[in-house]
């Protein structure tokens, strides 16, 4: 836990704008010269309950949500619902407020809207005890009536920032810079008169002996606040991506809003469909007539997506899906993180899958593997999926604008131009052999286009012959098949040639203890190792993003490497370890897991205390919702 | 220049390049209907002027799933029920394609329903042809969504109780822009009707009546026929939706009792496209998006320039 650092937690209710007023608040710490990093927290209820967004801003590089938080402003829930409703959910207004005091760190600051919640329920909640045991600064403030006075009672956000830059002791120059990007006329005028009073009348009513301020810093290079669905929706457009099918489904829906928005623009189609099984057919079918065409869902939606995932594997049309994964099974937990379908993603659809998974653990890799997917599924004629989950999806970061500044990728890959098809090999009767086994190199055989020249053939999901016709020998299914399947060994030597980045090492390198994690974990982890060297301990990491073809080199020689593995991941039932011992089989004895799946992240303090907990064998249980599952034989 | 030559070439057409050079025969039974629908489109195409590289016949699972491979066109044979939402995308991935979709009554009007109503009400501009058999064939006859109400098989051994699926209504009601019924037995007709639905500009449903000799001996051949533009005993009006409903309406009704009513039944021609829709609201490509990635010249857009407001 470092004192350099800020995480601001605004809370209100759903429709209080809690999103935009925290991705201003966001982006004006980024501007001052601060990396940044958000978590927003969803409520479960479709009308009404509250939420709350953290940004957590340093001078130094931040990679997690961090370990709780350190300024509580506590807009209230002015959607507080009819009096009826209380009788079910009890005070509705003061829940933004007492719901969140628990993970408040010692010394942490409190303001709240005392314009909407009443003295009486405050007193209720014994605020001012608590405060006095854990050392809470608490200011009341009348952010409400502030913003009632000099604009309209919606503008109490804005009122709550000011008050926060007060106390924080931080110009107002990048808020109002921001205001007035996204506002104008009297609405801008009214919210900068509401933060300028609410900035003096907070200096003017309070002797501040609080510690925290902002922190400072600065960037060498112009930064960009972007989430992980931002990401991947980029990655795919400088892949030349401009077809998208989709059906909604949270968390899945940004990534398909931001092309929809994106793409009339950019001479790009985007189709929402009637259902998933719909979504994957279209992309698939666009895939066909030679257009770059991606489809996505979570984890519901993508069961529909089965069959059609199954049928690009075998008609060897490139396709790139994108997963959100959110808490399961079934509905499970809509608006929460799990890494629950990884097993799923990798074999559903019947027969043996040949497709490609990558795991992005952060906002950089969202875009890199992305881009990436679409370069392998059209080089090498196979689906590819790209694993993520609500976390990522919904946390921004701040990154190099210099990262995006690169050519774009629209190349079809092994597409044959109708000159080339001339010189390709054709039957007797002038059907292309589009699943040519014979003269296929790194196991592709080109495909042509359906309206090319000499092109024509046969795509099917049954077993088929060189042209393309259903075809039951034995031969001629062993050559295809194989041939296939074995274009993931070909990709695995690809990847390990030119991406090895795609897994990230971290922490000491001579480490005996290594923990493992994948995707979205990456972040919380890596901190973790990070600070357990800092204290001493000799640990290792890394995050792997290859799912499928895996890295087999690389993770054997991680695992001899170490005596013992901790492998962490978002599920109870040990997903990713399970992957690892099939494909090497071996490690079992070395690895133990730790696993949760309470709908939130993992914190960096919990993989701490997980490694304490099982290093040292300790007879007890970790404080955490967190579960420990020991190695094989153990 | 375009990268899609086999499109929109002058030349006279033989209906015989339509017919693979080289093996597979059709595997259908002897006296199967599904001849008639791979004979007509065999006369159609050359007919409206197309060749067999600017046509992509996209079908389901069954034995109607076949066509294409007894159509010597580009082909798709998908799965069992999706053969529209792979056909209407690769119209909009490539507009100047002709795209044909087939299917069987299981296949388009059970396990697909879902995709034939959306497509119907979106009005893609492609053409759907249904093998009505009234059963499931490739799976040895089991009751199908048209399978007439007491239909007995494997599967309702004691009747079904279901009625059956009208499918041309349902498909009037679901926004088609022209729906026909025609049959096997029927060749002339049948090659008119599919002429007509490949030309026109928007959904063209064609429920196609073919006999199933093996597994539905107790249907009718579907003879006699009456084509209802023909018979002086029918009066309605094509280009009317309220006609054209009720004229639908019996023709499903009297099949039951073995009359077998075919011909057009709705034709619009003014309603737009899909395609056109999406063109309006500024939402489909100007140039065909499949063509792009073959011009050098296209400018891509890329996320750099997207970044001011993540600043």
Redesign the interface.
């Known amino acids: 836990m470092s004192d350099d650092e800020l995480i601001w937690r605004v809370a209100g209710g759903s429709g209080d704008g809690i999103d935009s007023t925290s991705q201003n608040f966001a982006?004006a710490l980024m501007?001052s010269g601060l990396d940044v990093f958000t978590h927003r927290h969803y409520p479960s209820r479709i009308r009404g309950g509250h939420t709350y967004v953290e940004i957590r801003a340093a001078a130094h590089e931040v990679q997690s949500r961090g370990d709780g938080y350190n300024f509580l402003l506590s807009l209230g829930d002015s959607f507080a619902r009819n009096p009826q409703e209380e009788a079910y959910y009890g005070n509705e207004e003061i829940k933004p407020l007492s719901e969140n005091l628990d993970e408040l760190r010692e010394g942490g600051i409190i303001v709240y809207d005392e314009g909407l919640v009443s003295e009486e329920d405050v007193e209720e909640i014994n605020l001012e005890e608590r405060a006095e045991e854990n050392d809470w600064h608490v200011f009341p403030m009348d952010l409400r009536g502030l913003a009632k006075e000099h604009g309209r009672e919606v503008m109490r956000n804005t009122a709550g920032v000011g008050v926060t830059a007060a106390l924080l002791d931080m110009d107002l120059e990048h808020i109002e810079d921001l205001m007035s990007d996204a506002m104008g006329g009297d609405i801008l005028e009214a919210n900068l008169e509401i933060l300028h009073e609410a900035y003096d009348m907070t200096n003017e009513e309070y002797e501040f002996e609080h510690d925290l301020r902002a922190p400072t810093g600065s960037h060498d290079t112009?930064?960009?606040?972007?989430s992980g669905s931002?990401a991947i929706a980029?990655?795919a457009?400088?892949a030349?991506c401009?077809?998208i099918?989709g059906y909604p489904m949270t968390p899945w829906t940004d990534v398909f809003t931001i092309l929809s928005q994106?793409?009339?623009?950019?001479?790009?189609?985007?189709?929402q469909?009637?259902?998933e099984?719909?979504?994957a057919?279209?992309?698939?079918?666009?895939?066909?007539?030679?257009?770059?065409?991606m489809s996505g869902s979570s984890g519901g939606g993508f069961a529909l997506m089965s069959?059609?995932l199954?049928?690009a594997e075998m008609?060897e049309t490139p396709l790139v899906l994108v997963e959100s994964m959110r808490a399961g099974p079934s509905t499970g937990l809509p608006t929460k993180p799990e890494q629950g379908d990884l097993e799923f993603v990798l074999y559903t659809s019947q027969g043996d899958s040949s497709r490609v998974v990558f795991a992005p653990g952060t906002i950089e890799e969202a875009?890199e593997q992305t881009r990436l997917a679409f370069e392998i599924a059209w080089d090498y004629q196979i689906p590819v999926i790209v694993i993520y989950d609500q976390k990522l999806s919904g946390e921004n970061k701040n990154v190099d604008?210099e990262f995006?500044?690169?050519?774009?990728a629209?190349?079809?890959g092994s597409t044959l131009?109708?000159e080339e098809l001339k010189e390709a090999a054709h039957?007797?009767?002038?059907?292309f052999k589009r699943f040519n086994y014979e003269d296929a190199e790194n196991n592709v055989a080109p495909r042509s286009?359906?309206?090319?020249?000499?092109?024509?053939?046969?795509?099917?999901?049954?077993e088929h012959s060189p042209v393309?016709?259903?075809e039951e020998d034995p031969d001629n299914r062993v050559a295809q098949m194989t041939r296939r399947i074995e274009k993931l060994d070909t990709i695995r030597d690809e990847l390990d040639e030119e991406h090895p980045s795609n897994q990230t090492y971290y922490g000491d390198d001579d480490a005996d203890y290594g923990i493992i994690t994948w995707g979205s974990s990456h972040g919380a982890v890596a901190e973790a190792v990070e600070r357990l060297n800092e204290d001493g301990h000799s640990v290792k990491g890394v995050t792997v993003s290859d799912m499928m073809p895996f890295p087999e080199a690389e993770m054997t020689e991680f695992l001899e490497s170490v005596d013992e593995a901790m492998v962490v991941e978002m599920n109870a039932t040990a997903q990713f370890r399970g992957l690892i011992q099939k494909e090497l089989g071996l490690f079992g004895e070395k690895m133990t897991s730790l696993l949760k799946y309470n709908g939130n992240p993992f914190e960096p303090a919990e993989v701490v205390e997980g490694y304490e907990v099982n290093l040292a064998e300790e007879d007890r249980e970790p404080t955490a919702q967190v579960r420990i599952e020991p190695a094989a034989g153990d | 220049m375009s990268?899609?030559?086999?499109?929109g070439?002058e030349r006279e057409i033989d209906r015989d390049e339509f017919t693979?050079?080289?093996?597979?025969q059709p595997t259908w039974c002897p006296g199967c209907g599904d001849f008639g629908v791979l004979k007509s489109l065999k006369q159609a195409l050359p007919e409206v002027g197309k060749t067999?590289?600017?046509v992509?016949t996209?079908t389901g699972?069954g034995c109607s799933g076949?066509l294409?491979?007894y159509l010597?066109?580009?082909?798709?044979?998908?799965?069992h029920g999706?053969s529209l939402?792979?056909?209407?995308?690769?119209?909009?991935?490539?507009p100047?394609?002709e795209v044909i979709a087939a299917g069987g009554d299981g296949d388009g009007y059970g396990i697909g329903g879902?995709?034939w109503?959306?497509t119907a009400r979106e009005n893609h501009d492609i053409t759907y042809i249904v093998f009505n058999n009234e059963i499931f064939g490739l799976t040895k006859g089991q009751t199908s969504p048209t399978s007439p109400k007491g239909h007995k098989s494997k599967t309702q051994p004691s009747g079904s109780a279901k009625t059956p699926l009208r499918p041309l209504s349902m498909s009037l009601n679901a926004g088609a822009s022209y729906v026909a019924r025609t049959a096997a037995v029927n060749p002339n007709q049948a090659k008119e009707i599919i002429a007509e639905a490949i030309e026109h500009d928007g959904f063209a449903h064609v429920d196609f009546l073919t006999q199933c000799p093996t597994w539905n001996k107790d249907a009718r051949q579907y003879v006699p026929y009456i084509d209802v533009q023909e018979s002086d005993d029918y009066d309605f009006d094509v280009h009317d939706r309220r006609e054209a409903a009720e004229m639908m309406y019996e023709t499903e009704d009297v099949l039951k009792e073995g009359t077998v009513l075919t011909g057009r039944y709705y034709i619009d021609d003014d309603r737009p496209s899909y395609q056109q829709e999406?063109s309006a609201v500024?939402?489909?490509?100007?140039?065909p998006?499949?063509e792009?990635?073959?011009d050098e010249d296209?400018e891509?857009?890329?996320?750099?320039d997207?970044?001011d407001r993540?600043?």
């Open positions: 982006k501007r112009e930064q960009a606040l972007l931002n980029y990655g457009i400088d030349g401009r077809f099918a994106n793409f009339p623009d950019m001479g790009g189609i985007s189709e469909v009637e259902d099984i719909a979504a057919a279209l992309a698939l079918g666009a895939s066909h007539a030679g257009a770059k065409a069959e059609p199954g049928l008609t875009y604008v995006f500044d690169r050519e774009p629209p190349d079809l131009t109708e039957d007797a009767s002038g059907k286009l359906p309206g090319q020249k000499g092109g024509r053939y046969l795509a099917t999901g049954n393309g016709h259903i | 990268a899609f030559n086999a499109i070439e693979p050079g080289v093996e597979p067999p590289e600017e992509l996209v699972i076949k294409n491979s010597d066109t580009y082909g798709f044979h998908t799965i999706r939402p792979v056909a209407r995308a690769a119209k909009l991935a490539n100047e394609l879902n995709h109503i959306h999406k500024g939402e489909m490509p100007d140039q998006l499949a792009r990635y073959f296209s891509w857009e890329r996320s750099y997207l970044l993540h600043k």
